[in-house]
């Protein structure tokens, strides 16, 4: 009781020095002494012996107001990305496979999961200069025996101990799809429709990335999960989700002392969250990176809004525009950084390229003005691009680092092209490989008999004795 008011009335009394401070600057100059201004601003300073009367609340403050900006900063300004890669492509095609094992429900609906929805949300993610395509695959396990097998054998059964609101752990039993198992399967199955489709796989069409999507529309007693816990799950090379007959299930999550219900049927915004997750690297918004213990941490704290990455929601899911700009953010550092590994693989291969007695012919083939060109090309995208980043334009900062990354891979063919061919010339025609020229062997030698004979037979001149 006591220590609290004293407290209390030492803060009061802070406060009013503080405010007493700055209603004195506002009405005149400042007139005072540095002295008398650090005794005025000894609530932040301390004053003269900084740290004497800064008090046990001021500390537990100050340091809660550093963690809350540290942490500010490393969710909305620097917020982490996933390991996927995630590569800038001008022409994106989402392939999305719809497979089936009933006829109770329509998978597609605007109750269920709405297609035309799916597609709005991620053109959000879209930049002007990008083109996204959506190619609909529709199947039956019941019709397609392969399917059937990689799903059979991809499908488990385990007890998982669940934390419920009022703190008891409840055993329940959870059906679930191994997505290591499937992923393989459904790999084979992806790349056999793009070999067969010729107008899918565009041979015109470059610069593009093909990203399956994997929806799996169950009809159980038990819903079932991918890896026990998730609707949706973004891997290296697809994204597979599940989609069950259950309008309300309580999920493992709870906000606010009420436990977060999961629409089964419509498994739209798991879906948006993966697929985002697996095209641009942007991770649920309570997931982040420990940089001091080096590991993934999770703070709950940042789980607000309408988001597709906010686990604690269920509302209509759109991307907001911290999410947009850490997606385009994400492009360009996976551009900037591939297009400095492939700029040093170049200049690698130039340093272990080795011009010798033996390759010397083909030293004027050499395209020294073409790679120093290429080289500083690459260098002056990386600034255009860091300074459109800087100035928060990623619309303009996305295709200049797309540029370094084209230009750095030329510099790399030519590089490699130049080192096979200063080889190959000194494979081909060395120098050592010769026949020996005895005739010059006879003239250096007749010439060194000639010069000692010179030195042995002339007659030694006598040097007169001055004295």
């Given at each position: ?25 506002k009405k ?10 650090l ?112 799903y059979?054998?991809a ?49 015109t ?35 597979i ?28 915004r ?20 420990d ?21 604690t ?10 999410h ?144």
């Amino acid at each position: 009781g006591g220590d609290a008011q004293a407290t209390c009335g030492e803060m009061r009394n802070k406060l009013s020095a503080v405010v007493a401070f700055i209603n004195g600057h506002k009405k005149q100059a400042l007139d005072q002494s540095d002295d008398a201004t650090l005794r005025q601003l000894a609530y932040v300073s301390g004053g003269p012996h900084e740290g004497a009367n800064m008090s046990l609340v001021q500390r537990s403050m100050f340091a809660k107001v550093g963690s809350l900006i540290e942490t500010t900063q490393r969710q909305l300004i620097t917020p982490s990305a996933s390991s996927l890669p995630s590569p800038y492509k001008s022409q994106v095609f989402f392939h999305v496979y719809i497979i089936s094992n009933h006829d109770t429900y329509a998978p597609l609906s605007p109750q269920h999961f709405d297609y035309a929805k799916f597609k709005a949300k991620l053109e959000q993610l879209r930049l002007p200069r990008q083109q996204f395509h959506f190619v609909l695959h529709k199947y039956s396990m019941a019709e397609d025996q392969a399917l059937a097998v990689a799903y059979a054998n991809a499908l488990r059964s385990s007890v998982v101990a669940t934390l419920k609101v009022d703190g008891r752990f409840v055993a329940t039993k959870r059906m679930y799809l191994d997505s290591q198992v499937l992923s393989r399967h459904l790999q084979l199955l992806h790349d056999h429709l793009m070999e067969s489709d010729h107008d899918i796989q565009d041979p015109t069409v470059v610069d593009r990335r093909d990203i399956p999507i994997f929806l799996f529309s169950m009809d159980f007693p038990l819903p079932v999960f991918i890896d026990k816990h998730y609707q949706a799950r973004a891997l290296d090379d697809m994204v597979i989700a599940v989609q069950s007959d259950e309008f309300e299930w309580e999920s493992h999550i709870s906000c606010n002392g009420a436990p977060v219900v999961w629409n089964l049927r419509n498994p739209l915004r798991p879906v948006l969250a993966a697929t985002a997750q697996h095209l641009s690297g942007v991770l649920p918004m309570h997931v982040t990176w420990d940089e001091a213990h080096g590991k993934i941490s999770q703070d709950w704290l940042w789980s607000v809004g309408c988001s597709p990455l906010t686990h604690t929601s269920t509302h209509l899911a759109n991307f907001s525009a911290t999410h947009v700009d850490a997606a385009h953010r994400n492009y360009i550092v996976h551009s900037l950084a591939d297009s400095i590994r492939t700029v040093n693989e170049g200049v690698a291969a130039m340093a272990q390229a080795r011009l010798n007695h033996d390759n010397l012919h083909a030293s004027g083939a050499v395209p020294v003005d073409r790679l120093v060109q290429m080289h500083v090309s690459v260098k002056l995208s990386w600034r255009k691009a860091l300074i459109a980043a800087h100035r928060l334009n990623y619309q303009d900062a996305v295709p200049h680092v797309h540029q370094a990354l084209r230009t750095a891979t030329h510099f790399k063919d030519l590089a490699l092209h130049t080192k096979q061919l200063l080889e190959l010339s000194g494979c081909l025609a060395p120098a050592h490989s010769l026949p020996f020229d005895w005739w010059m062997l006879v003239a250096v030698a007749a010439a060194l008999l000639s010069v000692s004979s010179y030195y042995v037979l002339s007659k030694e001149k006598v040097k007169p004795k001055i004295n």
